[in-house]
T-cell receptor
Framework: DTGVSQDPRHKITKRGQNVTFRCDPI?????LYWYRQTLGQGPEFLTY????????KSRLLSDRFSAERPKGSFSTLEIQRTEQGDSAMYLC???????????FGEGSWLTVV | DQQVKQNSPSLSVQEGRISILNCDYT??????FLWYKKYPAEGPTFLIS?????DKNEDGRFTVFLNKSAKHLSLHIVPSQPGDSAVYFC????????????FGTGTRLQVTL
C-alpha cells in the first residue's frame, strides 16, 4: 500500500500526558499536512511542510503542539500536557509539489480522559 | 466564520436515483474545489475536483458543477449505490496557499434499497 500511513490509529491518554503521532506520506510527495477533525465538523488545517520546512501553522496549533519533519519524509505531531479538548481525529495528508489534490491518511483518533 | 458551507447535514436517496449534494462558499479568492468522501473512523477519500476556470467536471458516476457567480457547487452521483452511503465534504483552496484546504461541515448521504 503506497497511501498515507498514520500510527497509532487510536490513542487513549490521561489528561496531562504527552502523545505523539507519526505520519508517513505517499512516496515522493514533498508536501505534508496535518489536519484535525472533531465531531460534526470538517477537517481543520493545523500545519504544513514543504520537504523539511514547516511553512505555515494555524492559530489552532497552540504552544502545546509541535510538528516536525526532520528529513523531509515522515512527520511527527506531538501534543504536550493533553487536555480533554484535544480529543479529535488527527489527519495527515500529502501532495505533490505542483498538485492541487491532497491525499489523506486514515487518521489517528485521540481520546483524552 | 464558515467560508465553505454545506447547509444540508443529511440526505437520503433511493438506490438508482440521483444524489445531489450542495456546497456554498463565501470567499471569492477560492479557485479550486474538491469533494471528499468519508466513512466512519477513516480519513477522507478524494472523489473529484474542479478548477474555477471550468463549470463542470465528470468522472464516471460523479459530476461536479460550479457556478462562480452564485458561489455554489454541487456534486451529482448517478446512479446512487448503497456503497455511496458516507459523509461527503466539500473543500476549497486559494492559489498560492500550497493546497491548504478549507472544508465544509459535511453532508451525510444515505442510499436506501
Amino acid at each position: 500500500d503506497t497511501g498515507v500511513s498514520q500510527d497509532p490509529r487510536h490513542k487513549i491518554t490521561k489528561r496531562g500526558q504527552n502523545v505523539t503521532f507519526r505520519c508517513d506520506p505517499i512516496s515522493e510527495h514533498n508536501r505534508l499536512y496535518w489536519y484535525r477533525q472533531t465531531l460534526g465538523q470538517g477537517p481543520e488545517f493545523l500545519t504544513y511542510f514543504q520537504n523539511e520546512a514547516q511553512l505555515e501553522k494555524s492559530r489552532l496549533l497552540s504552544d502545546r503542539f509541535s510538528a516536525e519533519r526532520p528529513k523531509g519524509s515522515f512527520s511527527t505531531l506531538e501534543i504536550q500536557r493533553t487536555e480533554q479538548g484535544d480529543s479529535a481525529m488527527y489527519l495527515c495528508a500529502s501532495s505533490e509539489g505542483s498538485g492541487n489534490t491532497i491525499y489523506f491518511g486514515e487518521g489517528s483518533w485521540l481520546t483524552v480522559v | 466564520d464558515q467560508q465553505v458551507k454545506q447547509n444540508s447535514p443529511s440526505l437520503s436517496v433511493q438506490e438508482g436515483r440521483i444524489s445531489i449534494l450542495n456546497c456554498d462558499y463565501t470567499n471569492s479568492m477560492f479557485d479550486y474545489f474538491l469533494w471528499y468522501k468519508k466513512y466512519p473512523a477513516e480519513g477522507p477519500t478524494f472523489l473529484i475536483s474542479i478548477s474555477s476556470i471550468k463549470d463542470k467536471n465528470e468522472d464516471g458516476r460523479f459530476t461536479v458543477f460550479l457556478n462562480k457567480s452564485a458561489k455554489h457547487l454541487s456534486l451529482h452521483i448517478v446512479p446512487s449505490q448503497p456503497g455511496d452511503s458516507a459523509v461527503y465534504f466539500c473543500a476549497a483552496r486559494i492559489t498560492g496557499t500550497a493546497s491548504k484546504l478549507t472544508f465544509g461541515t459535511g453532508t451525510r448521504l444515505q442510499v436506501t434499497l
